[in-house]
């Protein structure tokens, strides 16, 4: 069936009001009438079976049949701390990371990122890009909220909004000793934050300032992936290990 976000502030006891770009999505692209029902997710883990009662120029309004928890979310907060790397990869990321259960993804700016954001109207329109993929990953699969995806954050600022959390991951492959496996087996199941260095790996000064803050260092196998695939795999594991699933 058919999903959509809606604006909380769009909701009542008995009707939701569709507005923006998803009215010409119901009206022009999928051609729904009314009568036909459409799932409606309000951003806060709450889903709605809703029926078309009427379709106007500018606003599909819908009659409330059922509510009820969205299925699509983690009891587990993830939160991926991701360095940039070149060209489009990061939509690639992005797009993955939602659909496997992140919170929240924060672009990082470390040593070896090459990508450069000097320009502020082009780096805007590329953060705006970058939450309109996580939208549509979260429209996809069945997410009850859309991860949000800030601008890029220095790597000083990084440390800084890190040093007082818990669960601090950071694969790196010069880590021999200390497995993922082992350190996700050891920690609280409420929260992670994963922090994966870009394309270049990250510098043994960055490591040395992630080690000051309490962060588990660990490694990922004896392969070395790419910065898009470690990402990926870090999440992954962390929500296998972590998640209560029967």
């Not at 991926?80 to 797009?95: A, D, F, V, W």
Request: with cysteine; net charge neutral; hydrophobic share 40%.
């Amino acid at each position: 069936m058919h999903r959509f976000f809606v604006d909380k502030d769009n909701i009542t006891d008995e009707y939701i009001t569709i507005t923006g770009e998803n009215v010409n999505h119901i009206k022009n692209v999928l051609r729904l009438k009314v009568g036909d029902e459409i799932f409606l997710c309000d951003g806060e883990r709450n889903d709605y079976l809703v029926k078309i009662e009427a379709i106007a120029k500018d606003k599909v309004t819908g009659l409330i049949i059922d509510k009820m928890k969205s299925k699509g979310e983690s009891d587990v907060e993830v939160i991926l701390y991701q360095g940039m790397p070149k060209g489009s990869k990061m939509e690639l990321i992005i797009q993955k990371a939602t659909e496997l259960g992140v919170s929240k993804i924060v672009p990082m700016i470390s040593d070896r990122v090459v990508v450069k954001f000097k320009d502020h109207k082009k780096t805007s329109k590329k953060v705006d890009r970058w939450n309109k993929i996580a939208l549509e990953a979260s429209k996809q699969c069945n997410r009850g909220i859309v991860p949000k995806v800030t601008s890029p954050v220095k790597f000083k600022d990084v440390l800084i909004e890190l040093k007082d959390k818990k669960n601090i991951i950071v694969p790196y492959e010069n880590e021999e000793n200390i497995s993922i496996k082992s350190v996700l087996r050891n920690i609280s199941k409420d929260s992670v934050n994963i922090v994966i260095g870009p394309e270049g790996g990250f510098e043994e000064s960055e490591i040395e300032n992630f080690k000051s803050i309490n962060a588990k260092i660990v490694s990922l196998g004896s392969r070395i992936l790419r910065t898009e695939t470690a990402g990926i795999v870090t999440v992954a594991l962390a929500l296998y290990e972590l998640e209560d699933v029967e």
